[in-house]
């Protein structure tokens, strides 16, 4: 008989100061806009603040580290005059990634699993924090261009698996596992690594998901569902293992979350 209990799951609120990420680009360009963003974020229950300067989204063009750095400046100086609820960076550089530890941040959000930067496992372990390190292929202008695997997700657990050796050896010890979808993956390859999340729980780490708005939500039910489409997405990967979930509507990711939670994890469900 196994034993399934599922823990409370938790949720990361999205931040992007970019003009071009492909749903909110533009809408946090000012400090104050950003600040009533992340004050609303928290208020519907986010429980950490994930903080991007640099889109990521299929066909996205690289930004340099100064211009990212100008955009992040004035809200990381602010952040903590103003809340106290923990956030993440979200970039694949170490010297943005130091930028943010430096002010405060709990968490570097690395979508390229430190493939991009190997300075940065180092850096986060310098400042005693956490990784949240994220499995993808070529670059977010490249990603989407015909993605292929043999196995995809004994190559993510592979992917994940290294990055967790190279932060082991930095001296991280708190790793969150993102399999990365939308990030050089089709519709039906997203939807065959949420069936299977359980295959990341032999890793020992806490799983993230990230469906909230993509391409792939758009593909099943149109423009007209991207909210409950994501909201059956989120549910379908907490039931397989997620914990952490990365997204834009946290008041009703949240409450489908509080149920789903109450029909999985109270009590105990034995199969």
């Not at 104050?32 to 986010?46: K, N, S, V, Y």
């Not at 968490?107 to 496992?121: E, G, H, L």
């Not at 292929?148 to 969150?176: E, K, N, P, W």
């Amino acid at each position: 008989m196994i034993e399934l209990n599922w823990p409370a799951p938790r949720i990361l609120g999205i931040v992007n100061i970019t003009p071009d990420s492909f749903s909110d680009g533009g809408q946090c360009l000012s400090l104050d806009a950003a600040l009533r963003h992340i004050e609303q974020l928290i208020q519907a229950g986010a429980d950490m603040i994930d903080i991007g300067a640099e889109s990521t989204r299929p066909g996205a063009e690289p930004v340099s580290e100064a211009d990212e750095a100008a955009r992040l400046m004035p809200l990381l100086k602010a952040y903590r005059h103003h809340f106290d609820t923990p956030f993440s960076i979200d970039t694949t550089k170490s010297v943005i990634a130091d930028l943010g530890l430096r002010h405060g941040a709990a968490y570097v959000n690395d979508i390229s699993a430190f493939r991009v930067d190997s300075a940065m496992p180092d850096v986060i372990a310098q400042h005693g924090a956490g990784a949240i390190i994220m499995h993808s292929i070529g670059t977010p202008k490249t990603m989407q261009n015909n993605p292929q695997y043999i196995d995809i997700m004994a190559t993510i657990t592979g992917v994940l698996t290294t990055a967790i050796h190279q932060g082991a050896a930095a001296g991280i010890s708190d790793i969150i596992l993102d399999p990365g979808l939308g990030f050089g993956k089709t519709p039906a390859q997203n939807a065959h690594i949420i069936r299977h999340l359980s295959d990341l729980r032999a890793l020992e780490r806490p799983i993230l998901v990230g469906p909230s708005r993509k391409s792939m939500i758009r593909h099943w039910v149109g423009d007209t569902g991207l909210l409950t489409g994501t909201l059956g997405a989120v549910v379908a990967a907490y039931s397989q293992g997620a914990t952490w979930f990365r997204v834009h509507d946290v008041h009703e990711v949240k409450q489908a979350l509080t149920v789903a939670h109450q029909c999985l994890g109270e009590p105990t469900v034995h199969a």
